[in-house]
Each structure stands twice: as structure tokens, then as C-alpha cells.
């Protein structure tokens, strides 16, 4: 007989749906611009920057109005004191190109703005950071991203170094990853006007896109993308292997040239990264910490104790070293590199037309450099 | 009702029926012209009078016609098949179908509403003592009612449905816990037949840990808590299980989505000595590998529970029952929630409880009897990373013993007398890292903390007059957190650290590090209004020396529990509610207004970026504030028939003010008060129950309410080329509004052949309109500054389907 049921259960449709989406009709509820310090100072050669500006009151845009004309000195434990000048009058107050910060040295930021407001650091003393050992690059796919994602195939890049004996080493990874840059600018509805250096609009929109070759060696930089910071208040002593400190994108499979650094930061500087690491890296999940900005960390005014300042004064030495990744070991069958496109045509000057130039020069900036960079290899 | 058919004499195949159809109506014209009458009596289905006025509608008619004075009716139908109707005021409706060839007598008994009990699915006054107590605030929820919500993957699951009540939320769906009236998830005294529950959620709060079928009822205490419980400034969720059948042995259980159920009762000796056993096992990991996005493929989650009870009666004056319940959870997860600090690619985490609680009843004589009840409850969690160098093993655990004994004396009808004393013994092991585990990750041990909890209390219902009863009670608890310990001396003037610490002071073993007690004052007061409307009014304090140490959205089930000590005060709360309460129609329809206002003294709060894993000095990481809470219920409860529910309309607030020690340099958001994570101010609550027909069941609920705030950056900053929110008052804004729409319908099929063996089928859809209501709103910096995302945990409906059986 087929009458026996089996009690088994049978699902229908299952959608398993936790899901993370952009907002677009976010409305800010509050606006506020602070006075903001990102100082650095560092056992490398100078000149050391700090930058004062306002922070932007916006969301997204908004701009960093630069705060000038301010007196900035750092000061060593000696009494040696270190006046930095800001030449572009764009709140980048720097060191002379000889100062540098000593291991065990302890250091004072002191900045008195034009209108008497006056800031102080707390005293931040300078750790020595172990050598690098090695990096150890592996091919791995984040499943988080779909298949044809660019951000799914990737290189994790892992570091292996030894901890001081010293309990309370903090440390700190950076990078920076330069590339050959053939196209200077790309005017999307626009082209290129050579006076002002900037991609200019016409009213009727082009609707083409002109990419323009660089006049000469230039090189394109990306830094970091996330916050990486350590500290040995469990591992004090011991060899340090498999913390993952970049990803490296597979867009390619030429050697990728890598500019990394092993910081060793204070105990200030770790507290103070680990909690914007909480409010921008480990946040949307069903357990926040709730966001929360340190104000006046390890500088505050002493003119108005209340006022609340955003940024810190970072002490650090650092261990850099220059390595060139491997892209073409280690995939897997069926992994193709997901190269970055830009589309558009390359702008050339018509035959026979007069005072047409068609090469952008290669302008220094944050992103972008003329100056071949530690290690290249052509 | 059986049908009976007059013409089963024609047996013929089905070819012949047309002729014989056909023949039959030639016999019906040849003979006089005669419609047949289809006549009856109408009765009460307990007393057996008739029901005088029961209107009958044929096919569907919006008219009917009337029971005469006897509960007779009649009328003449032409032949053939009739949907029949009968319903009246009181009654639950009564539908057939009849098949009238002759003459037909139809006698029919109704259900009287206001008689039927098992309907009952939800009370604001715990119907069985409502007219007696003066207690407000106080829920019952029988099991039978929890069934009929839809279930989240039909789940049926306790902590969801609590949340259909007034002034219960919680931050949102897969949130560890319940909001009872504003107060935090740890601020609920969840007991389990006395064994206190310290996590209510399985999977990281999708599922809470009760195994439904073990479950007779719980009542859910969120205003007045009579003084006999003691220890938490929320609520109070008094769960009990089933008393198992002394007489006959019942089975029953259930496959569905996300676990299988068994339940069993067993006599062992007939009156006297019996068993249930109730299980329950999920079986996730087949689905997350089945079905499961890429990123889930390696997360395993299962989690078990198992709720056992004896249950003794050797004579009349003495019953002995012994309850245990274990739980357990397991889930391994891919570089999500490490310890900071460590290198691991993946962790594991199990967690559960082991509670025993043994009960022994006396009845002296029927004024005055006893119960003496001990407990152990043991909650463990484990924290694993399998690494060959870099293993990680972290263990921490609460391990909790309770004694207690009550009298119940009611020396004359006008006072009821309860009292008695409570001892309770906790330790806590806050964390043990690598306990003689070979690893490079460091070996961390945290010492254990004791203390004892003791409470003596009375309560003494006194009925002044016909109109005016008065619940007064009074608790004293005295709290002792007890050495070994090590007591630490801070600088004065300045915030406690690591830095300002001076010295360290050695408290040896049974020694008292700190005590605190006080009297906790408990007063109800009923005054009727009139035969069935009731206004009360209460006033309660509670103090808390036991809290969860969580800084998250909603705690980890890994969260560190901390009893009170020198730096860490108590809680203390005050409350005061006041109610009105009114019922019609024999108590089938309900109305309740409650109003309250609760204040509370020493809410945790934390330092920014607080570490709170392994931390030896945890008081360098806390700043006490003050808490508030207010809202207004409104509630209409239909408690019987064929369509029962409730609506609900909540208003309420939670709010914080957390400014520390030092103000100037601890407090939140300027010092300010601020919405707590679970501040709803508005919502509003509908749950709906159909049951037209024994085989038939539906319901609804549906719930909106004001979305939770979360905190709205007022810019951004730059640092090292990346961009950071500028966060500057904490919960200032709020994600969009919350609702939801869930359906299920049971289906019920008792007309398999072995007649003790009941199946039911139960389909349910949560979020039946796929609304993405959003959990949170967080920002991460994206080209020129920062782009806000939304999380929501389920914005797609969620369809399941679940058998369950009986054999009883």
C-alpha cells in the first residue's frame, strides 16, 4: 500500500535573506566641522607633516577648510624645539628635511593658532619596530563577492615578524602600491584645457570621453584601504606569522610592486586606531559597538579645556621594505584576472593642427607622482 | 455531526447513478408534491437548555431565520445538498453540510464561549487570579495559545511571541533577549521551574532556547513582581513545564525547517510516579551546505535542548518534582567575532546551560503549605580557534545555586499570607585563555568571583472590602561579593585606569570584599469599579546585583556576567504603574489601559572603545549612569471564540543619561539623556486567531513600530588618506519604521485510522510582504566621504512548513 506517509517535511521555498544596502535618500541630522590634527612623526628622514584643517560638517563632499597661520613646534624630551612652517599656506605645517624622531626620544606637539587658541599633546614616546621577516602572498577568493565581482579573486598578503620581549608593543601596517601611469587625465564630457590644467565642460555635453597620455614618467599610488593595527598583549615575545596585512587585487598577473610598512605605534596611537576600526571596519553586524568618536585624544586645547578636537599625534618608527608580488602563481584553474578598465579614446592631436598639445603633465599630488619610487624595477 | 444519507440503498455502479437520479425524481412527481423539512433543536452544549434567538443561515445567506422559544426551528427546503449555519451571541458557530432528500431532524448543540478555556491565549490580568490578585502588570501565556502565532520558520519560539505583547520589544530581529518596558536584556529574571536562564537565544538570537513542547505556560511579571522574586529591575518571565500525565502515556512531536522535536510522557507508576521528556535538535548545517550563499558554506550552526521532569506524588499532602534542562549551541564562523588580537582564521563557539532544579511541595493543612525548592544552574561558553600554533581556548562560565523555602498561609478569607527566604550562590569565572594548551597565544586567567544573594520576604494580600484589595510586600536583599579577590585602590580626582591605579589589597578566601542591601517595598492596589471593570495601582523597587557586561548592539551570548563589587554598583530600580482594566461579555472581551514610570539608578554604560574580553580591571572600563523608562499600553483582547486576538498600542520611552565620575571627561552625548539602542516610541501590535472549523486554524500578527535609533555622523574627517565618521551625540536619529505581516495556517487531521495518533500541518509565512526592515544603519567611507548602508536581518519572506503529531 502507497498510503504510508513518510513524515519527512518538505520545504518550499527557503530565502535566507540578511542583507546589507545602500541608503540614498539618507538626510544628515546634524552638521558640525571641528578643528582636526593628523600629525605624524616618524625615524625616517623628514620633513614630518602636520596638517590642521577643519573637518568637513558633511557626510559626503563637504571640503577640509585648512587651518593657517598657526605656530607649530614639536619639542623633545631635551627641550629641543622643532618649528614647522606651512610653505603652501595649506595647513601642511612641516619639519626641516633634517629632523627626525629618535627611538626612546619622547615628543610634544605644541600649536598656537593665529587666534591664540592653544593645543598640546600629551608627551608620545618613540618604540622601535621589530624587522620585517617575510611576506607570504596566497591566492584566495572571497565568497562574500559574486562570481565576475573584481573584489573576489585576490591575493591575501601575509606578514611574519618577531615581538619584542617588551610587553606593550603596538603595531601598525601601511602601504602604498605604485603603477606606471600612461593616461594622466580623463575628461568624461569634456577635454583637457591646458591653461588651467583641469578637464574643462562645454555646455552641450560631449558625450564622449578623452583620456590623455602623461608627458613623461609618471606613476599612479594607492595606499591602504583599511586600518590594520595589532598589539602583543597576547602573542608578547613570540614570532608573529599569518596576519594578514593587505589583499592585492588580481587585475592582472605582472609582479605587483609594494611599498610596506611595519609601524611601531604608542599605546595612544593603537587605542585611538582600534576604535575608528570598530566604526568603519567591523560595523553592520548584529553587534555594533556603538559609534562614537574620541575627541581631544592625546592633544587637547589648553584654552578651552571642553573644546572637543578630533585627530591624534602619531609617534612611530618604522621598518619598510619593497616587495614585488607574484601574481601569476598560486591560482587556481578557472580564475582570470578582472582587469580595471577605464573606457574612453586617447586623445591625438590632429594631423597638421597648430599649437595642439596632447601630453598632460604628470603633476605631483597624493595620488600620483613623477619622482620613481623606492626599488622600482622597469 | 453525522450525516445520515436515507438513500444507501441504491447501490449501483456509478454508470447507473444518472438513472437512477433521474428515476428517483419521476417517483418524487408521480407521488403528492411535498417539500422535505429540515427541523431541529438548538441547546447549550453544557447545560442542554435551549438557545433561544440562534440564527440559521442556509448557503450562505446574509439572512437567516430564528431558534423559537423551546430552541426549535423548521423549515421546508427543496431537495439537495445545503451549507448550514447556526451561530448566537455567546456561542461558538456551528456550520454543516446536509444532504435533504425527506423529512430531516437536525438537533444541534452550541459551545458556549465564556466556557471554553483552551482558547485562551493571552490575559493582561492572568485570568485565573485576576479577580483575586491586585497584581498589574503581570501576562499569562499558555502554550497552547503561543502555538497558534505564526512561528519564524515555524519555530514556535517564546521570546518571538512575547514580543506581540505591549511594553515587550526587542533592538530587532536576531536580537539576544526581550526590551520589557524599557529595561535591557539582562534586567529579565528568566526562570525555567526555578532555574534561572542567563541566555534566552539560540543561533546568536534567531531561536530562543525553550523547547516549546515541555512548556505549560509562562507568565510574564512587568509590573508588579510579587516580592517573592528578587534580583533583576525589569521583568520577571516565570516559565513552568509541563507536569507530566500520571495516567497515560503521551507522545508527541514535530519536523520542521530548522529542528525536530520529540516529546514523551511516561507513567511509571499509575498516580504516583511519572516522566516527560522533551527534546529538541536542529539541523542547520544541511541547509547552510544545501542552500546557503558561498560565504556560509563553511558556517556551521546546530544547537540541541532537552527538558526533562519527574514528577512524584506519593500521597496527598506532598508532591516531589525534579526538572532538568540542557541546552547547548555550536557554531563555527569564518574570521567573525575573534578575541582581538589573536591570529585566527576561523572560531568556534559553544555555549549552553545545565540546570537542575528539585521542588518539594507540602500541604500542611488547606491554610498553609510549603515548597522547598534547590537549584543548580550551570552557563558555560567556549571560544576555539583550531590554529596548529596560534590555538586559541577560552572558556568562561556562571555556576548558580539557589535554596529556598516559601509558605503560602491563608489563616481567614481576607488575608493571604506568602513568605520565606532565598539563598543564592554564584561564581563566575569571567575567563580562562589557554589553561595548559600549547599555544603561542598567551595564557590568561582571570580570577573567579563569589558572592551570595540573600533575600527574605513577605507579601500579605489583604481584601480591606468587597471593593478594595491591597497586595503589600516587602523584600530584603543583602548582597555579599565574598574574597578571594584582589581589591584595587584608584587615585582620587582623576577617571579610574590602568595608569591612576595605586594599590592592590589581597582579600582572602570568605572574607567580604563589599556588601550592599536594601529594602525592595512591593504594593499593589485593586479598587473595583464596578462588577467588572478594575482600576489598580503599584509600586515597586528591585535591585540587580548581577549584570551582563556588553557593549553591543545587543550582547553576545559570549558576554562576560559581572556581580556587584566595590566599583560596580547595584541596580536600583523604582516603579510605579498604574491600570484599568474592564471585561464584557463574561470575560470573553478585554480592555486595558496601563500606564507606568520607571527610574533606574547605576545603568552601565562603557568608555569609548572599551575592551571588555579578559580584562583584569573592568572597572577601569565602565561609567554608570541613570535610566528612564514611560509608556502607555492599550490593549482590546478577545479571549475566546472563533475569532480571538488582541490589538495593541504602545507608547514608550527609554532613555539613558550616562555622565560618570568625571563628566567633563566621561559622559555620553554631552551629558545629555539619550534614546536607548531599544527607545520605540510608537507601536502597535496585532495578532489574530481563526479557527473556523476543528481542521482549520488561521493567524495573523502583524507588528509596526517607530524604528530604533542608532547614532548619525554630523561630518568626517581624514587621517592617513581614509576617511572617519565624526560621531558627536550617541542614538540621534532613527532607521525607518518597522512592520511586518506573518501568516500561518494549521491544518489538523484527525481522521487517520489509529485514533489516538493526531497530525497537524502547520504552513507559515514571516514578513509575508518581504519588507527589509532595517536592523542598522552604519557608514564606511566611500570616495569623497561616507555612504550609509542599511542591515536587515530577513527582507524576504520566509515560507516554512512544519509537521506535528500527537499520540496521545
Not at chain 1, 544596502?21 to 625615524?43: C, G, H, M, R, W
Not at chain 2, 408521480?30 to 423539512?37: A, D, M, R, V
Not at chain 2, 496527598?316 to 557554531?331: A, G, P, Q, V
Not at chain 2, 535591585?543 to 547595584?570: G, M, V
Given at each position: 500500500m502507497k498510503t504510508q506517509f513518510p513524515i519527512y517535511f518538505i520545504l518550499l521555498i527557503i530565502l535566507i535573506?540578511?542583507?546589507?544596502?545602500?541608503?540614498?535618500?539618507?538626510?544628515?541630522?546634524?552638521?558640525?566641522?571641528?578643528?582636526?590634527?593628523?600629525?605624524?612623526?616618524?625615524?625616517?628622514a623628514g620633513p614630518h607633516t602636520v596638517h590642521l584643517y577643519m573637518s568637513s560638517n558633511q557626510i559626503s563632499g563637504g571640503y577640509f577648510q585648512p587651518v593657517i597661520n598657526a605656530n607649530?613646534?614639536?619639542?623633545?624630551?631635551?627641550?629641543?624645539?622643532?618649528?614647522?612652517?606651512?610653505?603652501?599656506?595649506?595647513?601642511?605645517?612641516?619639519?626641516?628635511?633634517?629632523?627626525?624622531?629618535?627611538?626612546?626620544?619622547?615628543?610634544?606637539?605644541?600649536?598656537?593658532?593665529?587666534?591664540?587658541?592653544?593645543?598640546?599633546?600629551?608627551?608620545?614616546?618613540?618604540r622601535a619596530a621589530p624587522e620585517i621577516e617575510n611576506l607570504i602572498t596566497k591566492f584566495e577568493v572571497e565568497d562574500i563577492y559574486a562570481k565576475g565581482d573584481p573584489r573576489r579573486g585576490g591575493f591575501n598578503v601575509y606578514v611574519d615578524f618577531q615581538d619584542f620581549q617588551t610587553l606593550g608593543d603596538n603595531y601598525q601596517w601601511y602601504w602604498r602600491h605604485y603603477q606606471k601611469a600612461y593616461i594622466c587625465e580623463v575628461c568624461s564630457n569634456g577635454y583637457y584645457d591646458f591653461r588651467s590644467n583641469s578637464c574643462t565642460f562645454p555646455r552641450v555635453p560631449t558625450d564622449i570621453t578623452l583620456k590623455y597620455k602623461c608627458d613623461g614618467d609618471c606613476w599612479d599610488i594607492t595606499y591602504a584601504t583599511s586600518l590594520n593595527v595589532f598589539s602583543d598583549a597576547l602573542l608578547n615575545g613570540k614570532r608573529i606569522t599569518g596576519r594578514r596585512v593587505a589583499r592585492i587585487p588580481f587585475d592582472d598577473i605582472t609582479p605587483y610592486y609594494l611599498q610596506f610598512e611595519q609601524r611601531s605605534i604608542t599605546q595612544n596611537s593603537y587605542n585611538y586606531y582600534q576604535s575608528l576600526v570598530a566604526q568603519t571596519q567591523n560595523n553592520g553586524t548584529l553587534f555594533d559597538v556603538p559609534a562614537e568618536t574620541k575627541f581631544s585624544f592625546n592633544v587637547k586645547s589648553t584654552t578651552n579645556s571642553s573644546e572637543k578636537i578630533l585627530g591624534i599625534f602619531d609617534v612611530y618608527a618604522v621598518k619598510s621594505k619593497v616587495f614585488y608580488i607574484d601574481r601569476s602563481v598560486g591560482i587556481p584553474a578557472g580564475e582570470t584576472p578582472t582587469p580595471n578598465i577605464v573606457y574612453g579614446d586617447v586623445f591625438s592631436c590632429p594631423v597638421g593642427a597648430v599649437g595642439c598639445k596632447e601630453y598632460v603633465q604628470c603633476f605631483q599630488s597624493s595620488n600620483r607622482t613623477p619622482f620613481k619610487p623606492v626599488g622600482w624595477r622597469d | 455531526m453525522k450525516q445520515k444519507i436515507p438513500f444507501l440503498l441504491f447501490k449501483y455502479s456509478i454508470l447507473c447513478s444518472f438513472l437512477?437520479?433521474?428515476?428517483?425524481?419521476?417517483?418524487?412527481?408521480?407521488?403528492?408534491?411535498?417539500?422535505?423539512?429540515?427541523?431541529?433543536?438548538?441547546t447549550d452544549s453544557k447545560t442542554g437548555e435551549p438557545v433561544v434567538g440562534?440564527?440559521?443561515?442556509?448557503?450562505?445567506?446574509?439572512?437567516?431565520?430564528?431558534?423559537?422559544?423551546?430552541?426549535?426551528?423548521?423549515?421546508?427546503?427543496?431537495?439537495?445538498?445545503?451549507?448550514?449555519?447556526?451561530t448566537n451571541v455567546g456561542y461558538n458557530p456551528f456550520r454543516s453540510k446536509v444532504l435533504l432528500k425527506d423529512d430531516t431532524k437536525f438537533d444541534v448543540s452550541l459551545q458556549d464561549v465564556s466556557k471554553t478555556l483552551e482558547e485562551v491565549i493571552v490575559s493582561s490580568q492572568a485570568t485565573r487570579r485576576s479577580i483575586q490578585t491586585p497584581s498589574l502588570g503581570v501576562t499569562l501565556l499558555s502554550i497552547k495559545g503561543i502555538k497558534k502565532l505564526p512561528a519564524m520558520m515555524g519555530e514556535v519560539d517564546i521570546i518571538r511571541s512575547l514580543q506581540t505583547l505591549p511594553g515587550v520589544s526587542s533592538v530587532g530581529e536576531g536580537s539576544n533577549g526581550i526590551n520589557v518596558r524599557g529595561g535591557n536584556t539582562d534586567q529579565n529574571l528568566i526562570y525555567i521551574d526555578d532555574a534561572p536562564i542567563f541566555n534566552p537565544t539560540h543561533l546568536f538570537g534567531l531561536f530562543s532556547v525553550f523547547a516549546s513542547d515541555a512548556i505549560r505556560e509562562l507568565e510574564l511579571y512587568k509590573g508588579s513582581v510579587p516580592s517573592r522574586f528578587g534580583g533583576r529591575t525589569a521583568s520577571v518571565l516565570d516559565i513552568k513545564m509541563t507536569d507530566p500525565s500520571l495516567e497515560k502515556f503521551k507522545l508527541s512531536g514535530g519536523v520542521g525547517f530548522v529542528s525536530n522535536r520529540v516529546m514523551a510522557e511516561i507513567p511509571i507508576i499509575k498516580?504516583?510516579?511519572?516522566?516527560?521528556?522533551?527534546?529538541?535538535?536542529?539541523?542547520?548545517?544541511?541547509?547552510?551546505?544545501?542552500?546557503?550563499?558561498?560565504?556560509?558554506?563553511?558556517?556551521?550552526?546546530?544547537?540541541?535542548?532537552?527538558?526533562?521532569?519527574?514528577?512524584?506524588?506519593?500521597?496527598?499532602?506532598?508532591?516531589?518534582?525534579?526538572?532538568?534542562?540542557?541546552?547547548?549551541?555550536?557554531?563555527?564562523?569564518?574570521?567573525?567575532?575573534?578575541?582581538?588580537?589573536?591570529?585566527?582564521?576561523q572560531t568556534q563557539f559553544t555555549y549552553g546551560h545545565v540546570n537542575?532544579?528539585?521542588?518539594?511541595?507540602?500541604?500542611?493543612?488547606?491554610?498553609?503549605?510549603?515548597?522547598?525548592?534547590?537549584?543548580?544552574?550551570?552557563?558555560?561558553?567556549?571560544?576555539?580557534?583550531?590554529?596548529?600554533?596560534?590555538?586559541?581556548?577560552?572558556?568562561?562560565?556562571?555556576?548558580?545555586?539557589?535554596?529556598?523555602?516559601?509558605?503560602?498561609?491563608?489563616?481567614?478569607?481576607?488575608?493571604?499570607?506568602?513568605?520565606g527566604v532565598s539563598g543564592i550562590n554564584y561564581q563566575i569565572s569571567p575567563g580562562r585563555l589557554n589553561e595548559d594548551v600549547q599555544s603561542r597565544i598567551a595564557t590568561v586567567l582571570l580570577p573567579n568571583e563569589q558572592s551570595l544573594e540573600l533575600g527574605v520576604y513577605v507579601d500579605d494580600e489583604y481584601k480591606a472590602s468587597d471593593k478594595l484589595t491591597i497586595q503589600a510586600g516587602l523584600r530584603y536583599?543583602?548582597?555579599?561579593?565574598?574574597?578571594?579577590?584582589?581589591?584595587?585602590?584608584?587615585?582620587?580626582?582623576?577617571?579610574?585606569?590602568?595608569?591612576?591605579?595605586?594599590?592592590?589589597?589581597?582579600?582572602?578566601?570568605?572574607?567580604?570584599?563589599?556588601?550592599?542591601?536594601?529594602?525592595?517595598?512591593?504594593?499593589?492596589?485593586?479598587?473595583?469599579?464596578?462588577?467588572?471593570?478594575?482600576?489598580?495601582?503599584?509600586?515597586?523597587?528591585?535591585?540587580?546585583?548581577?549584570?551582563?557586561?556588553?557593549?553591543?548592539?545587543?550582547?553576545?551570548?559570549?558576554?562576560?556576567?559581572?556581580?556587584?563589587?566595590?566599583?560596580?554598583?547595584?541596580?536600583?530600580?523604582?516603579?510605579?504603574s498604574l491600570g484599568i482594566f474592564k471585561n464584557y461579555k463574561d470575560n470573553i472581551w478585554e480592555v486595558s489601559a496601563e500606564g507606568y514610570y520607571r527610574k533606574t539608578q547605576n545603568v552601565l554604560d562603557y568608555i569609548s572603545g572599551a575592551n571588555l574580553q579578559l580584562n583584569k580591571t573592568i572597572e577601569t572600563q565602565v561609567i554608570a549612569g541613570q535610566g528612564k523608562a514611560y509608556g502607555l499600553e492599550l490593549m482590546l483582547t478577545k479571549k475566546k471564540g472563533e475569532v480571538s486576538g488582541w490589538l495593541s498600542y504602545t507608547y514608550a520611552r527609554s532613555l539613558q543619561q550616562v555622565?560618570?565620575?568625571?563628566?567633563?571627561?566621561?559622559?555620553?552625548?554631552?551629558?545629555?539623556?539619550?534614546?536607548?539602542?531599544?527607545?520605540?516610541?510608537?507601536?502597535?501590535?496585532?495578532m489574530l486567531n481563526i479557527q473556523p472549523t476543528i481542521h482549520h486554524s488561521f493567524s495573523f500578527t502583524f507588528a509596526y513600530n517607530t524604528g530604533r535609533p542608532f547614532s548619525s555622523p554630523s561630518g568626517f574627517f581624514q587621517l592617513n588618506n581614509q576617511k572617519y565618521p565624526v560621531y558627536e551625540t550617541r542614538n540621534n536619529d532613527r532607521v525607518p519604521d518597522y512592520h511586518r505581516l506573518d501568516f500561518s495556517w494549521t491544518i489538523t487531521n484527525p481522521s487517520l485510522k489509529e485514533k489516538r495518533w493526531e497530525g497537524s500541518w502547520t504552513f507559515t509565512v514571516y514578513n509575508l510582504y518581504g519588507r527589509a526592515n532595517a536592523y542598522s544603519v552604519f557608514f564606511k567611507p566611500y570616495r569623497g566621504g561616507l555612504r550609509p548602508y542599511q542591515l536587515s536581518v530577513f527582507a524576504n519572506p520566509l515560507v516554512s512548513l512544519t509537521y506535528n503529531f500527537k499520540f496521545l
Open positions: 535573506a540578511s542583507c546589507i544596502t545602500p541608503i540614498s535618500d539618507f538626510e544628515q541630522v546634524n552638521t558640525k566641522s571641528y578643528f582636526t590634527i593628523e600629525a605624524s612623526l616618524t625615524d625616517q607649530v613646534t614639536i619639542t623633545d624630551e631635551k627641550g629641543t624645539v622643532e618649528t614647522l612652517s606651512d610653505p603652501t599656506q595649506k595647513g601642511y605645517y612641516v619639519t626641516s628635511s633634517t629632523f627626525k624622531g629618535k627611538v626612546g626620544s619622547t615628543y610634544t606637539l605644541n600649536i598656537v593658532t593665529s587666534d591664540g587658541r592653544k593645543y598640546v599633546s600629551q608627551p608620545e614616546t618613540m | 437512477i437520479i433521474f428515476s428517483n425524481q419521476l417517483l418524487a412527481q408521480n407521488t403528492e408534491f411535498k417539500l422535505p423539512q429540515l427541523s431541529g433543536r438548538v440562534a440564527t440559521i443561515f442556509i448557503d450562505y445567506k446574509k439572512s437567516g431565520f430564528i431558534t423559537d422559544t423551546s430552541g426549535r426551528f423548521s423549515i421546508y427546503l427543496p431537495k439537495g445538498e445545503y451549507v448550514i449555519k447556526i498516580d504516583k510516579l511519572s516522566i516527560v521528556a522533551a527534546g529538541r535538535v536542529s539541523f542547520n548545517d544541511f541547509w547552510f551546505k544545501l542552500i546557503g550563499p558561498d560565504n556560509m558554506k563553511n558556517t556551521r550552526a546546530n544547537f540541541y535542548d532537552v527538558a526533562t521532569k519527574v514528577f512524584y506524588r506519593p500521597n496527598k499532602n506532598n508532591t516531589f518534582s525534579l526538572s532538568t534542562y540542557i541546552s547547548r549551541d555550536f557554531y563555527q564562523v569564518d574570521s567573525l567575532f575573534s578575541l582581538e588580537n589573536v591570529v585566527a582564521k537542575i532544579s528539585g521542588r518539594w511541595s507540602h500541604y500542611f493543612n488547606p491554610k498553609m503549605s510549603l515548597e522547598v525548592v534547590g537549584v543548580l544552574s550551570n552557563y558555560k561558553t567556549k571560544t576555539f580557534a583550531p590554529d596548529s600554533v596560534n590555538r586559541i581556548e577560552l572558556y568562561n562560565h556562571i555556576n548558580y545555586k539557589n535554596v529556598k523555602a516559601n509558605f503560602d498561609y491563608n489563616p481567614n478569607d481576607r488575608h493571604k499570607l506568602n513568605f536583599a543583602q548582597f555579599l561579593n565574598l574574597g578571594p579577590t584582589t581589591a584595587r585602590k584608584y587615585l582620587e580626582g582623576v577617571p579610574r585606569s590602568t595608569s591612576s591605579q595605586i594599590s592592590e589589597e589581597t582579600i582572602s578566601s570568605g572574607s567580604i570584599e563589599k556588601a550592599y542591601g536594601g529594602f525592595e517595598p512591593r504594593i499593589a492596589v485593586k479598587y473595583s469599579l464596578g462588577e467588572n471593570s478594575t482600576m489598580k495601582l503599584g509600586y515597586n523597587r528591585m535591585q540587580q546585583f548581577i549584570q551582563i557586561l556588553s557593549n553591543n548592539t545587543t550582547p553576545l551570548p559570549t558576554a562576560r556576567w559581572k556581580t556587584a563589587d566595590e566599583y560596580i554598583k547595584p541596580q536600583v530600580s523604582d516603579f510605579v555622565r560618570g565620575d568625571f563628566p567633563e571627561l566621561q559622559q555620553i552625548s554631552d551629558g545629555n539623556w539619550y534614546a536607548s539602542n531599544y527607545d520605540k516610541p510608537h507601536s502597535l501590535n496585532l
